[in-house]
């Protein structure tokens, strides 16, 4: 009997709360809350900051006890060697990449002639069905949703939410993203599609060319969602069916969202 | 006390999910910890309890995430009550059980999300790949649920005060 009712208070507030978050999700989503929802955002931004360094500094001291290791099983003589003094070559060339990969940044900025905001990564989409990532600047910076992010390597993606001082960025990994690229060396033309675990392009069939490995998938700027000339990625396979009116091509991305920490948002291009 | 050390257990898993877990990525799969979370706490704590605790983590996860607030606490929901529903008719509860209930319920959770992105108009993936990401998210969870349960288990143990007899 008291089973039973406690069966059914639990019930009851099971759908309340069902009820309760359904229409927090519909009236959240009223074009009027995207102001509210952006501060909310904001507001867990510095908390996620904080997170993702701290993961940083996890990081840096594993790889210093894995280089620790594997020096020590490389090289007997090693053995005596100071672990401070290694721990600081290890930091010196993590800083060392950091400013070849600021340094490139800083030349993709002046080379594409476009403005740009620098920001970096404070978290990424908690679920796997979105691949969005998380950046610390916002609307104060002069962050607008649809603005096109790309790292000194290439084309990331695009922002889709901002608040204040934060911004979501839904990136070409994730399955709805669609992007129109063309192939260096072919010339070919086609759409490229966001993945969980690759970017597929479908290039329809044309006589006497086909797509190659190796090629590079740069933007066309057809449609106007990107501007065109910012680099994608390589070719990395072809299937090929002549019963099919189009290739499906596998392209490596040139950037991988897992370990990107840094972005510029390009605040001069306007999607159409 | 055992509701603030709850409320920063929480926040802590919503952070680590939006920064830590993408790390741990198997297949386009990663833990879901607030998931995890809620399990551990419907088989210990209760129905209610992980009804409620579901709301606060899934609210977390919605900050962290683009598109409305809500799709994720709704979506822990089924879960963590027919968990308690499940464990209230069972005998002799194993690492199995709850291993099964982590995976069912984060196929249910995939299931929900998806549904409610959808009736809300935000973009959803293909149902191959969200089947696909589903299933890879379910065994994994699966697999690191004992572990889960069984930190959540002796961290309610910490902060039990035994009853004066």
Sequence with gaps: ?272 | MKRLAGLCLMAAAALAQATWAPHLEVGGAFPNLVLLGVVAVSWTLGTRSALVWAVIGGLLLDLTASGAVGPHALALLPGAYLVGFWIRNLEHPNALHVALAAGACTLLYSAVLVLTDGLLGTPVPPPSVALELALAAAAYNAVLMPVAFELVRRLLSTFHTPQPT
């Design chain 1, 1 to 272: 009997m008291e089973g039973a009712r406690a069966q059914s208070r639990s019930t009851r507030l099971f759908l309340i709360l069902c009820a309760a978050t359904l229409l927090l999700a519909m009236l959240s989503q009223q074009p009027w809350a995207a102001g509210a929802r952006g501060v909310a955002r904001s507001a867990l931004a510095p908390a996620e900051g904080a997170m993702t360094s701290f993961a940083h500094q996890v990081e840096r001291v594993a790889s210093v006890f894995g280089d620790v290791s594997s020096l020590r099983a490389e090289n007997q003589r090693l053995r005596a060697a100071d672990e401070q003094l290694r721990r600081q070559i290890v930091e010196l060339n993590a800083a060392a990449k950091e400013n070849s990969a600021l340094r490139q940044a800083l030349d993709f900025e002046k080379s594409s002639g476009h403005r740009m905001v620098a920001a970096n990564v404070i978290g990424r989409g908690p679920d796997g069905f979105s691949r969005t990532m998380q950046i610390d600047r916002g609307t104060t910076d002069g962050v607008l949703p649809g603005m096109v992010v790309a790292t000194g390597a290439g084309l990331l993606g695009r922002v889709r939410e901002v608040g204040p001082h934060a911004a979501i960025v839904q990136t070409l990994g994730d399955p709805q993203s669609r992007v129109n690229v063309y192939l260096s060396a072919s010339k070919l033309a086609g759409t490229l599609s966001g993945g969980p675990t690759s970017l597929q392009l479908e290039i329809p069939h044309t006589l006497g060319v086909s797509p190659g490995n190796g090629e590079w998938a740069i933007t066309s700027g057809v449609g106007g969602s990107y501007p065109r000339g910012l680099v994608v990625g390589e070719v990395a396979s072809v299937a090929h069916r002549d019963s099919s009116t189009a290739d499906q091509v596998q392209v490596a991305w040139v950037n991988d969202p897992s370990s990107t920490t840094f972005v510029l948002v390009i605040t001069d291009f306007q999607p159409s």
